[in-house]
Antibody, heavy 126, light 107 residues
Framework: QVQLIQSGAEVKKPGASVRVSCELSGYTLSQSPIHWVRQAPGKGLEWMGGFDPQDGDIVYTHNLQGRLIMTEDTSTDTAYMELSGLTSEDTAVYYC???????????????????WGPGTSVTVSS | DIQMTQSPSTLSASVGDRVTISCRASQNVDNWLAWYQQRPGRAPKLLIYKASSLESGVPSRVSGSGSGTEFTLTISSLQPDDFATYFCQQYNSFPWTFGQGTTVEVK
């Protein structure tokens, strides 16, 4: 069974950085790019970033560019999301997700995001 | 960026009701549209992909339709498990974007 296993909850001070990990179990990261989505308390879903096959690179949402870095370690099938310069506005649950129907040869997604991690709570507070 | 707008924001309904949620894209997304259900404290769950394809394991009372800029999620006969929040999402072009969500609550 394919699942995404995320690291535990974090509490950070304003200005700090946070790194969240996401391990893909039962599948191969190289065939199933990881996307990150966050949800502030009581709010909707915000797509943060993911692999764009046309660019051949990871694309980030505009309002997080410069503070967000997403990386992948294919040797351990683990993805990482690092967000710097934290403020209270970054308090949220951070989800990793993937599309198991992604086709590497054609560079096309199929399902959108069909497998999700359980989420990692990040609280930014002084 | 493509803006996704859902309506209504909140929907009050009873078990057995037929409910419809709309999602409008600010630009053409062809059929690259997904619907998700989210229960409190849980990760989103994929219901519909490519606008109208039912994800495996999702009950057949759930359906999706539309293409281009106008999309609809329909639940033909609402069940207790269906009281939740629903999000549409376009994956036609980057950055991917979500609608603001529609909460289906007990009437």
């Amino acid at each position: 069974q394919v699942q995404l296993i995320q690291s535990g909850a974090e509490v950070k001070k304003p200005g700090a950085s946070v790194r969240v990990s996401c391990e893909l179990s039962g599948y191969t990261l190289s065939q199933s790019p990881i996307h990150w989505v966050r949800q502030a308390p009581g709010k909707g879903l915000e797509w943060m970033g993911g692999f764009d096959p046309q660019d051949g690179d990871i694309v980030y949402t505009h309002n997080l560019q410069g503070r967000l870095i997403m990386t992948e370690d294919t040797s351990t099938d683990t993805a990482y999301m690092e967000l710097s310069g934290l403020t209270s506005e970054d308090t949220a649950v951070y989800y990793c997700a993937t599309d198991l129907g992604y086709s590497s040869p054609s560079g096309s997604y199929n399902y959108g995001l069909d497998v999700w991690g359980p989420g990692t709570s990040v609280t930014v507070s002084s | 960026d493509i803006q996704m707008t859902q309506s209504p924001s909140t929907l009050s309904a009873s078990v057995g009701d037929r409910v419809t949620i709309s999602c409008r894209a600010s630009q053409n997304v062809d059929n690259w549209l997904a619907w998700y259900q989210q229960r409190p404290g849980r990760a989103p769950k994929l219901l519909i992909y490519k606008a109208s394809s039912l994800e495996s394991g999702v009950p057949s009372r759930v359906s999706g339709s539309g293409s281009g800029t106008e999309f609809t999620l329909t639940i033909s006969s609402l069940q207790p498990d269906d009281f939740a929040t629903y999000f549409c999402q376009q994956y036609n072009s980057f950055p991917w974007t979500f609608g603001q969500g529609t909460t289906v609550e007990v009437k």
